[in-house]
């Protein structure tokens, strides 16, 4: 009897040795991914790495993460002379393979991306002559409110609907009032301050966007991909 209890005391210590040799791991791992994944993406700042699944080591023995989740931070999309911010970036990659260095991943099976971009944001991207603004969704269609500068008309707004495609984010308004179209050159003025075109060119893994949804505080993008591949 006594010699069971002895056994089972060893047993729990090094149960609690490999849980906390496991995590040791797991988290000089987190740190080892964050890195790559901030060089081979060209991030401003190192991304917090979440790995999943337990346990750790039984995993990276087969080089293969059950998943992989990225706190990416900000970045920045170029287009006609301006910057589109986005805020927030949050990656989920699933079923992943890591390189032979074991702290790269390789390729996963799938993924899914998140996005936050807030409407100060937006409307510096539209180059600040215009106010952009929460409209809702009508018809399925994400809608904002858009303000342009049209000297003879302070009061003009117009609705825009946000579109994607691939890694493009599209901004246009849906229609020019009647009062902007007898003016001679006012609809081409509005529209040049509320049809713009941003790409999204560090979406990680060069994921797809698949959606765009409106909120009170900005515009909520999602992303997705299968085989997603990442530089190393």
């Known amino acids: 009897m006594r010699a069971l209890r002895v ?3 060893i047993v729990v210590i090094l149960g609690a040795l490999f849980v906390i040799g496991d995590r040791v ?4 791992a987190e740190g ?3 890195d790559k994944i901030r060089s081979s993406q060209g991030l401003e700042k190192t991304p917090e790495v979440s790995i999943k699944g337990f346990p750790f080591l039984t995993q990276i023995v087969g080089r293969n993460l059950t998943e992989v989740d990225a706190e990416l931070g900000g970045m920045s999309a170029n287009a006609d002379g301006h910057t589109l911010r986005v805020d927030r970036l949050s990656a989920q990659f699933h079923d992943v393979t890591l ?4 702290t790269s991943i390789e390729s996963a099976a799938s993924a899914t991306g998140n996005a936050h ?7 510096k991207a539209a180059g ?6 929460y409209a809702g969704e009508k018809n399925g269609r994400s809608q904002v409110k858009i303000s342009p500068n049209v000297p003879v008309l302070n009061t003009l707004e117009v609705t ?6 691939g890694n493009t984010v599209t901004l246009r308004a849906d229609e020019i009032p009647a009062m902007c179209q007898a003016l001679p050159r006012c609809q081409q003025s509005v529209r040049s301050q509320t049809d713009h075109k941003w790409q999204l060119t560090q979406l990680p893994g060069n994921l797809k966007l698949d959606k765009v ?13 299968t085989d997603v591949k990442l530089p190393s």
């Open 7 to 9: 056994l089972l005391v």
């Open 25 to 28: 791991a797991v988290n000089y």
């Open 32 to 34: 080892m991914a964050a």
């Open 99 to 102: 390189g032979s260095d074991y």
């Open 117 to 123: 971009i807030s409407y100060a944001d937006l409307t």
């Open 128 to 133: 600040g002559q215009v106010k952009i603004s």
């Open 160 to 165: 825009g609907s946000l579109t994607v495609s």
């Open 213 to 225: 949804v409106t909120k009170a505080d900005g515009i909520s993008l999602t992303a997705s991909g």
